[in-house]
């Protein structure tokens, strides 16, 4: 018995001092992330010379470049083919001729808004139909009853009293949202929809929806459909009302769900603007397992600037996010420079377009470079670098917002945790995994276009909804670094065990999305 022991801890005390010496290294890997360094690359992306980064924009371009410049100078391989960036296009309209006129009467141009077009649109139409507040569903339905294909359909904004929709009422998907109404219209073979605003003013201070970028194709086959946005004094108009309190009346079931003769002529035409945004993409390649991937991603864009002359910095958002990755990636190329590369190739990527609906995300996903199917998770990075002051509990210089580590997979959960508890313990919070989240956090960065591919994937946040967000005031001075450098070391360490472990992640759990349309 005596000699069974001993020989035992030949074998136990070799694996105990293997164990300790990587995770030696392992922690000498990842003190080559410093605060100092953060720091430095964030008072670059966020500087006054990047111009807050929009979508697309010179300074976008000059911030894509420093990244490159940077991944260039770690020996990473470019990762799109021979190149850093992966550009997509994008489309802007440019208005040539715009004319409403309802019942004989021109409307100026700046009394109603162009929410959207195809190549152009010139019609007149008879009659309207009017379907309350356009809202179908399984709790409401404005359209029972109705016939509105290839017919102008009138809706009111907003919702009814006592409307309660699954899920979130202030989604832009949502049934009672514009976007919504016009899809449900369009969905049930309408030729146009007109949206009746009591309150029209603040609508028409935005920048009208023509004018905006998108990633859309515009020449994509799709039925003809226009929809514009007037005031309540021309929806009653339209109607032939012998007053304009056309929501007081809506509201007293005094106006009918049904067609009314109406005159209106809808004359507009466009030309279509090009231009292209890019990610930055780069690939630190695998050893025995370099055929899969580990994805860490952060977006680099944010809200540009106002009037050519208010910049809205970003720092927090996502400068802290895109510094991280910076700082990641040189500190797994130092571990391949020192022999102690990772198995799966890890893919190194800044995406843009972020800020106006996940468009630089969504391309990839749509067109990915290396297969989704051999992707083992997206680690994702969006505002980590300050504190959340709405935060009761705990110690705020040590938490992080950890989010969708219960979904996709069953394996994100004891990786991250275990990884944490190894090296770092801070608070990882899951406030954010709550289904009931008002914010719906999980929906609203890069990562969720990753994980309705099927991804697995954890969301790193900060929780920054109030104070400096999407203000011209989230500057750098007001990251905490030190903060800012345990968190993207926390990122480090998972992936470090993602990109090490015998096997890919599973895929074992369906992704729920609740009330997401």
Same mark, same amino acid.
């Given at each position: 018995?005596?000699? /069974?022991?001993?020989?035992?801890?030949?074998?136990?005390?070799?694996?105990?001092?293997?164990?300790?010496?990587?995770?030696?290294?392992?922690?000498?890997?990842?003190?080559?992330?410093?605060?100092?360094?953060?720091?430095?690359?964030?008072?670059?992306?966020?500087?006054?010379?990047?111009?807050?980064?929009?979508?697309?924009?010179?300074?976008?371009?000059?911030?894509?470049?420093?990244?490159?410049?940077?991944?260039?100078?770690?020996?990473?391989?470019?990762?799109?083919? @021979?190149?850093?960036?992966? *550009?997509?296009?994008?489309?802007?309209?440019? =208005?040539?001729?715009?004319?409403?006129?309802?019942?004989?009467? &021109?409307?100026?141009?700046?009394?109603?808004?162009?929410?959207?077009?195809?190549?152009? *649109?010139?019609?007149?139409?008879?009659?309207?139909?009017?379907?309350?507040? @356009?809202?179908?569903?399984?709790?409401?339905?404005?359209?029972?009853?109705?016939?509105?294909?290839?017919?102008?359909?009138?809706?009111?904004?907003?919702? #009814?009293?006592?409307?309660?929709?699954?899920?979130?009422?202030?989604?832009?998907?949502?049934?009672?949202?514009?976007?919504?109404?016009?899809?449900?219209?369009?969905?049930?073979?309408?030729?146009?929809?007109?949206?009746?605003?009591?309150?029209?003013?603040?609508?028409?201070?935005?920048?009208?929806?023509?004018?905006?970028?998108?990633?859309?194709?515009?020449?994509?086959?799709?039925?003809?459909?226009?929809?514009?946005?007037?005031?309540?004094?021309?929806?009653?108009?339209?109607?032939?009302?012998?007053?304009?309190?056309? +929501?007081?009346?809506?509201?007293?079931?005094? !106006?009918?769900?049904?067609?009314? #003769?109406?005159?209106?002529?809808?004359?507009?035409?466009?030309?279509?603007?090009?231009?292209?945004?890019?990610?930055? =993409?780069?690939?630190? &390649?695998?050893?025995?397992?370099?055929?899969?991937?580990?994805?860490?991603?952060?977006?680099?864009?944010?809200?540009?600037?106002?009037?050519?002359?208010?910049?809205?910095?970003?720092?927090?958002?996502?400068?802290?996010?895109?510094?991280?990755?910076?700082?990641?990636?040189?500190?797994?190329?130092?571990?391949?420079?020192?022999?102690?590369?990772?198995?799966?190739?890890?893919?190194?990527?800044?995406?843009? @377009?972020?800020? /106006? @609906?996940?468009?630089?995300?969504? *391309?990839?996903?749509?067109?990915?470079?290396?297969?989704?199917?051999?992707?083992?998770?997206?680690?994702?990075?969006?505002? !980590?670098?300050?504190?959340?002051?709405?935060?009761?509990?705990?110690?705020?210089?040590?938490?992080?917002?950890?989010?969708?580590?219960? /979904?996709?997979?069953?394996?994100?959960?004891?990786?991250?945790?275990?990884?944490?508890?190894?090296?770092?313990?801070?608070?990882?919070?899951?406030?954010?995994?709550?289904?009931?989240?008002?914010?719906?956090? %999980? +929906?609203?960065?890069?990562?969720?276009?990753?994980?309705?591919?099927? =991804?697995?994937?954890?969301?790193?946040?900060?929780?920054?909804?109030?104070?400096?967000?999407?203000?011209?005031?989230?500057?750098?001075?007001?990251?905490?670094?030190?903060?800012?450098?345990?968190?993207?070391?926390?990122?480090? %360490?998972?992936?470090? &065990?993602?990109?090490?472990?015998?096997?890919?992640?599973?895929?074992?759990?369906?992704?729920?999305? #609740?009330?997401?349309?």
């Amino acid at each position: 018995m005596r000699l /069974k022991i001993i020989a035992l801890a030949f074998i136990v005390l070799p694996l105990a001092a293997g164990a300790q010496k990587s995770k030696k290294i392992v922690k000498k890997t990842a003190a080559y992330i410093s605060a100092a360094d953060l720091k430095k690359h964030l008072y670059i992306i966020a500087s006054k010379e990047m111009e807050g980064r929009d979508t697309p924009s010179p300074g976008l371009e000059k911030a894509a470049d420093y990244i490159e410049a940077y991944f260039k100078s770690l020996g990473l391989k470019p990762g799109n083919h @021979g190149s850093y960036k992966q *550009y997509y296009p994008l489309y802007r309209d440019g =208005v040539i001729t715009n004319s409403l006129s309802i019942n004989g009467n &021109e409307l100026s141009n700046d009394t109603y808004r162009v929410n959207s077009s195809t190549q152009g *649109y010139d019609k007149s139409f008879s009659e309207v139909v009017f379907a309350g507040y @356009g809202i179908q569903d399984s709790s409401h339905n404005d359209y029972a009853g109705l016939d509105v294909k290839n017919k102008l359909v009138l809706v009111l904004d907003g919702v #009814p009293d006592g409307y309660k929709p699954k899920g979130n009422a202030n989604s832009f998907f949502s049934p009672g949202s514009a976007f919504g109404k016009m899809r449900k219209a369009g969905e049930l073979g309408a030729a146009g929809l007109v949206i009746v605003y009591e309150n029209l003013g603040k609508l028409l201070q935005r920048r009208p929806m023509a004018s905006r970028w998108s990633p859309e194709d515009p020449n994509t086959p799709e039925p003809p459909f226009m929809s514009v946005s007037i005031s309540e004094k021309d929806g009653a108009n339209l109607l032939k009302m012998d007053n304009d309190k056309l +929501f007081e009346k809506v509201k007293q079931n005094g !106006i009918a769900r049904q067609p009314y #003769p109406a005159s209106l002529h809808f004359n507009y035409s466009k030309t279509v603007e090009t231009s292209k945004a890019p990610n930055v =993409v780069a690939v630190l &390649e695998g050893t025995d397992l370099k055929d899969e991937y580990l994805v860490i991603t952060a977006h680099m864009d944010h809200l540009g600037k106002r009037n050519d002359s208010v910049i809205y910095y970003g720092a927090d958002d996502d400068g802290s996010g895109t510094v991280c990755v910076l700082e990641i990636a040189k500190a797994f190329a130092k571990a391949k420079a020192n022999g102690k590369g990772p198995r799966r190739s890890i893919v190194f990527m800044t995406v843009s @377009g972020e800020e /106006k @609906g996940l468009w630089g995300s969504e *391309y990839y996903t749509n067109h990915p470079i290396f297969p989704l199917e051999k992707t083992t998770a997206n680690l994702n990075i969006d505002m !980590i670098g300050r504190s959340d002051a709405s935060r009761k509990q705990g110690d705020s210089t040590n938490y992080v917002y950890v989010v969708g580590d219960d /979904k996709i997979s069953t394996d994100l959960k004891p990786i991250s945790e275990a990884v944490n508890k190894k090296f770092l313990k801070m608070e990882l919070d899951y406030k954010f995994n709550d289904p009931k989240d008002p914010n719906r956090i %999980y +929906f609203r960065s890069d990562h969720f276009n990753f994980a309705s591919k099927g =991804v697995p994937i954890i969301f790193y946040y900060d929780g920054m909804l109030g104070a400096d967000y999407h203000k011209p005031t989230d500057t750098p001075d007001k990251i905490n670094y030190e903060l800012l450098k345990k968190r993207a070391q926390l990122v480090f %360490y998972t992936a470090w &065990e993602m990109a090490n472990r015998n096997e890919m992640l599973k895929r074992d759990l369906k992704l729920e999305i #609740p009330g997401r349309f």
